[in-house]
């Protein structure tokens, strides 16, 4: 095959529309780590207008391309394939939109909140309101995980780091949800135009009057702490706090309710292993990076090429769209032996928070503490939960979430 043509692979998965109905297509992606590992795509099922892009499915090309931010850029495209479900204009604030040195300037700010020390001292806090939301379903044998129990612990976990009430805890996870799964007709019947009109600057308005509340009156939340921090003498301007505030948000209304559903979804579905967290609670923390492995909460990230390079045997040229797929690079078969067993003795590598360099995951340390504290509490409540419906998934190629999943108590003596 000639390293440099543009050419369409056998199993075109970035395609979007039917292939991802039930969450990732991973028999197609498979297929194409095996014949096609480095693919173009020439368009979109869903978005026709937005051109074709390259997909790295194996784990050594992302790790490749992640180190080497001067030829695959962040900044350039921004990190969301299809432009028109979140632009490159709205993404340029955040600081994983960025390439350094600005991108450094600002996370390092932003990583002041992050530390593990910091994020280990809410250990118990985030514990209360995991057993807060459990206690709320009573005596009830039947109810949603993803609605019911994974929402209202993630919404209140980030609310309560960012200083935003309780009461309006639905309100942002709503705002979240559609801009996030803007594509997904159920969650966004109005269509994507809609919500970047109506819903994105909703979320800068409400974040503004936040700010100016602050400046009256500071606070201790995370909010302030990016108001107030400075890296070198230089302060965040409003704009980055902003959108800095828009990507906590949406990172944390979304990455750990992915992981967490998927995660019961699979103990469900595989007993045994249920069984060995509920024998031997010591061994979550390797179900937790088994459940990051096998279910990221992000299907892909964007770079754009900077400059025509080499990767994989084919050439990618200057201003070129590549998708980095987690969901494929988290099962290759060169890294983990049996890769779509759920094993949660494995605790594995994995590239869910990324795949190294300057955009490794600034939420990972919350994250893993609120799935072993989900996990946890919800396996201590409920052992031999069951599905008791139809389960369904969010109809995007970017995040990787169920959307629904009802389950049920068995009744006792079952």
């Not at 099922?45 to 784990?59: I, N, Q, T, V």
């Not at 509340?213 to 606070?219: G, S």
Request: a negative charge; charged letters at 30%.
């Amino acid at each position: 095959m000639p390293a440099n043509p543009k050419i369409e692979g056998d199993a075109d998965v970035g395609r979007g529309g039917s292939h991802w109905a039930q969450g990732p297509p991973h028999e197609e992606l498979a297929e194409t780590r095996r014949t096609c590992p480095v693919q173009w795509t020439d368009r979109m099922e869903d978005f026709p207008e937005e051109g074709g892009f390259w997909s790295l499915m194996k784990a050594e090309h992302i790790r490749e391309a992640s180190l080497n931010w001067e030829d695959f850029s962040s900044e350039l495209g921004g990190v969301v394939l299809v432009d028109s479900v979140l632009p490159p204009a709205i993404q340029s604030g955040m600081f994983i939109a960025m390439d350094p040195p600005r991108h450094d300037r600002i996370k390092a700010i932003f990583q002041k909140g992050f530390t593990p020390k910091r994020i280990g001292e809410h250990e118990e806090e985030i514990r209360e309101i995991v057993v807060n939301v459990l206690d709320r379903l009573g005596d009830r044998t039947e109810f949603d995980l993803v609605e019911e129990v994974a929402q209202p612990v993630v919404s209140r976990v980030i609310c309560r780091f960012m200083g935003i009430p309780e009461e309006d805890d639905k309100l942002w996870a709503d705002l979240m949800n559609g801009i996030l799964a803007s594509s997904d007709p159920d969650i966004n019947p109005e269509g994507v135009e809609t919500v970047m009109a109506r819903d994105v600057p909703e979320v800068f308005a409400r974040v503004q009057a936040m700010i100016a509340e602050r400046r009256e009156d500071p606070t201790d939340d995370l909010t302030s702490l990016l108001m107030n921090a400075e890296v070198e003498g230089e302060r965040l301007e409003e704009h980055e706090i902003i959108m800095g505030f828009f990507l906590l948000m949406a990172a944390g209304n979304d990455s750990t309710k992915a992981t967490y559903c998927s995660a019961m979804h699979a103990l469900i579905e595989h007993p045994e292993e249920r069984q060995k967290l509920v024998n031997d609670p010591s061994l979550i923390p390797s179900a937790v990076e088994e459940s990051l492995r096998m279910f990221p909460a992000f299907a892909h990230f964007r770079r754009t090429a900077t400059r025509d390079v080499e990767i994989g045997g084919r050439t990618i040229e200057k201003g070129d769209r590549v998708a980095l797929w987690y969901v494929s690079s988290n099962r290759d078969e060169d890294v983990y032996e049996d890769p779509d067993r759920f094993d949660v003795e494995r605790n594995p590598q994995h590239q869910a928070f990324g795949a190294g360099g300057r955009h490794f995951c600034l939420g990972a340390a919350l994250a893993r503490l609120e799935l072993r504290l989900l996990i946890e509490e919800t396996l201590r409540r409920y052992p031999d939960l069951e599905i008791a419906g139809p389960v369904s998934w969010v109809q995007s190629g970017f995040v990787n979430q169920i959307k629904t999943l009802p389950v049920r108590v068995p009744a006792s003596g079952a």
